[in-house]
């Protein structure tokens, strides 16, 4: 469709492969409440029991209602509370950051935090500078209380409207709503200053990862995994250099999704679940359109069981 080579994009951005999901009138909510249904079955829950589901998205089925609502009655979940969080590439960071509160304060015993994009529906597939970058997919987690010491430790969230213009869907909002001109100047798509995106992102992850550690006293030897947001390998690079982290405590998978938005940081923990062990310090860290960025420091609570597919 675009004039670009498996070159170009495997040296820019270390992406092999995208998923793009595929079947009339299925949108985010279709891949979210297939991972819930998983993450339920896995985790022994019935649906009754939980208390709380948040879904970060920047690809809603629709404006309204929510994603997480529709969720919900598609696996089954009762009238509990749902709503979505629009935070563009940190979505999940800032939903998980969400959810910990509602477990901390001793409100709720189970939420469901949900990340996940149909990238497909808003990319422009003749503009090479983005649609060689985005797929789709979805993931979720489940928090639950504990007395011991695992769990979320820390997190910081950032933001900075002055990168609007950098990356961003301008069409089907407030300020520019559907219309045949905003159709004909092709609004409805993301567009993205890569090389301005890219510095800011270089920059923003890795301090942010740094400041988590420092605030944590965390040396790189202390922490067992990175799990950073899928976006171009090099930015994950710099970060984990700027970490003291090898590549081996990176969890990578961009090579298989690319790019999927608020599902990156979920769709990596699921890839890299038998790996994990209980008491493992892991450190997320996300940047995305806004700007939006943020880490959080959490200590793994369990160990894996072996996968069954
Ligand atoms: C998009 C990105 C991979 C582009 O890489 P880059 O090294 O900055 O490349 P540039 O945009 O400077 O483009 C370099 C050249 O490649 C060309 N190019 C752009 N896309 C291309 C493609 N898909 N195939 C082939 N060539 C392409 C450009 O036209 C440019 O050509 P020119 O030098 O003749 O003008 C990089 O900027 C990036 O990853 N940015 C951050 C994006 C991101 O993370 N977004 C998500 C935020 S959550």
């Known amino acids: 469709m675009v004039e670009t080579n498996d070159e170009w994009i495997t040296t820019r951005t270390g992406i092999k492969e995208r998923r793009i999901l595929k079947g009339e009138g299925l949108g985010t909510s279709f891949m979210a409440a297939e991972a819930?249904?998983?993450l339920l079955k896995k985790t022994n829950t019935d649906p009754k029991?939980?208390?709380?589901?948040?879904?970060?998205?920047?690809?809603?089925?629709?404006l309204f209602p929510s994603t997480a609502n529709l969720v919900c009655t598609q696996v089954g979940i009762p009238t509990i509370g749902s709503f979505d969080i629009l935070a563009?590439?940190?979505?999940?960071?800032?939903?998980?950051?969400?959810g910990a509160q509602f477990i901390e304060s001793g409100r709720y015993k189970k939420v469901i935090v949900i990340g996940g994009d149909k990238m497909s529906s808003i990319i422009d597939y003749t503009d090479r500078t983005t649609c060689v970058l985005f797929g789709d997919g979805a993931g979720a987690v489940l928090l639950e209380p504990s007395t011991e010491d695992v769990g979320i430790h820390d997190f910081?969230?950032?933001?900075?409207?002055?990168?609007e213009n950098h990356l961003m869907m301008k069409g089907g909002g407030s300020r520019f709503p559907a219309s045949h001109d905003t159709i004909d100047q092709r609004l409805h798509h993301i567009t993205q200053e890569g090389p301005a995106v890219f510095k800011f992102a270089?920059?923003?992850?890795?301090?942010?990862?740094?400041?988590?550690?420092?605030?944590?006293?965390?040396?790189?030897?202390?922490?067992?995994?990175?799990?950073?947001?899928?976006a171009n390998k090099r930015i994950i690079d710099a970060t984990a250099n700027r970490?003291?982290?090898?590549?081996?405590?990176?969890?990578?998978?961009?090579?298989?999704?690319?790019n999927t938005t608020a599902g990156t940081i979920p769709l990596c923990l699921w890839?890299?679940?038998?790996?994990?062990?209980?008491?493992?310090?892991?450190?997320?860290?996300?940047?995305?359109?806004?700007?939006?960025w943020g880490s959080c420091y959490l200590?793994?609570?369990y160990d894996a069981p072996s996968k069954s597919e």
């Open 156 to 163: 910081l969230l950032k933001s900075d409207g002055t990168g």
């Open 299 to 301: 200590k793994w609570a």
């Open 49 to 62: 029991d939980i208390d709380l589901v948040i879904c970060a998205t920047v690809t809603p089925d629709y």
């Open 243 to 258: 970490m003291g982290i090898g590549p081996e405590k990176v969890m990578l998978n961009i090579q298989k999704y690319g």
């Open 271 to 292: 890839d890299y679940e038998s790996q994990l062990k209980k008491g493992d310090n892991v450190v997320l860290a996300a940047f995305g359109g806004g700007f939006t």
């Open 88 to 98: 563009a590439c940190s979505g999940f960071l800032y939903a998980l950051s969400t």
């Open 202 to 230: 270089v920059t923003n992850m890795a301090d942010v990862s740094a400041e988590i550690m420092e605030r944590n006293h965390l040396t790189g030897d202390d922490i067992q995994w990175l799990v950073p947001h899928q």
């Open 36 to 38: 819930v249904r998983g």
